[in-house]
C-alpha cells in the first residue's frame, strides 16, 4: 500500500491523504487531538481547556476515500470486467436495433415505391382500355364501365397482394430480431479468471 494511504487516525475508515501530504502532516495538526467527520469535512477537536466548548477545527487539504483498486484490487478488477461486459453488450443491443430499424425502413420504402408503380400500371392500363374503346366507337356504351371496373379490380387485387408480401416481410423481420440476452457464462468466466471464482 502506497505511504500516502491509511486510515485516519479516529475516523475507522481507510482514507487517502490529500496530495503532497503524509500521515505525519495530519497528526501534526491535530497534535494528538482526536480526528472526527464533520459537516462533509475531516479534522479534528481542539480542545480550548476546562469548562469550555471544544472547537472542530477542518484539515486544510481534505483526504480523500481511498479507491478500491489501491485497498481491493481484484474487486476493483472484477467490477472493470462486468462494466466493459456490460458495455460490449449494450453496444451489440445498439446496433442489433439500428439494423432492425433501417431494414423496417427499408420495406417501407420500397411498399411506397411498388404502391406507386402499380397506381401507374393501371393508371395506363385504364388509359389505354378507354382508348381502345374509343377507337372501336364503344365509348358510350355498357362495356366501358364494365371494362373499367375489371381494371380496378385487378388494381385492388395487386394492392392487397403487395399488402400481404410487405406484411409476411415485416412478420420474418420481427421473428429473426435477435435481442441478445446477458452472457452469464461468459460472466462466470471473466470472474474466474479474475481470481473471484464462487462470488
Do not use: C
Not at 431494414?103 to 397506381?119: C, P, S
Not at 381502345?132 to 385492388?156: D, F
Request: net charge positive.
Amino acid at each position: 500500500m502506497p505511504s500516502n494511504y491509511n486510515i485516519i487516525p479516529g475516523s475507522g475508515r481507510r482514507y487517502a491523504y490529500a496530495p503532497g501530504t503524509s500521515r505525519n502532516y495530519y497528526q501534526n495538526i491535530a497534535r494528538g487531538q482526536n480526528t472526527s467527520f464533520q459537516g462533509g469535512q475531516y479534522g479534528y477537536w481542539n480542545y480550548l481547556g476546562p469548562g469550555r466548548d471544544a472547537q472542530f477545527v477542518p484539515f486544510q487539504q481534505q483526504p480523500r476515500r481511498t479507491p478500491m483498486s489501491v485497498y481491493n484490487p481484484a474487486a476493483y478488477q472484477r467490477n472493470q470486467l462486468i462494466q466493459q461486459q456490460q458495455a460490449a453488450m449494450d453496444e451489440a443491443k445498439r446496433k442489433t436495433e439500428e439494423r432492425y430499424e433501417e431494414a423496417m425502413k427499408n420495406l417501407q420504402d420500397v411498399g411506397l415505391q411498388e404502391g406507386k408503380d402499380i397506381d401507374q400500371r393501371f393508371d395506363s392500363s385504364r388509359s389505354a382500355v378507354n382508348q381502345s374503346l374509343v377507337s372501336s366507337g364503344l365509348a358510350n356504351t355498357s362495356v366501358l364501365p364494365t371494362m373499367q371496373q375489371g381494371v380496378e379490380r385487378e388494381r385492388t387485387a395487386s394492392r392487397n397482394r403487395l399488402a400481404t408480401m410487405l406484411a409476411r416481410e415485416r412478420n420474418q423481420l420481427l421473428a429473426s430480431r435477435n435481442d441478445i440476452p446477458p452472457d452469464l457464462n461468459l460472466y462466470t468466466r471473466l470472474l474466474y479468471g479474475a481470481g473471484a471464482g464462487g462470488i
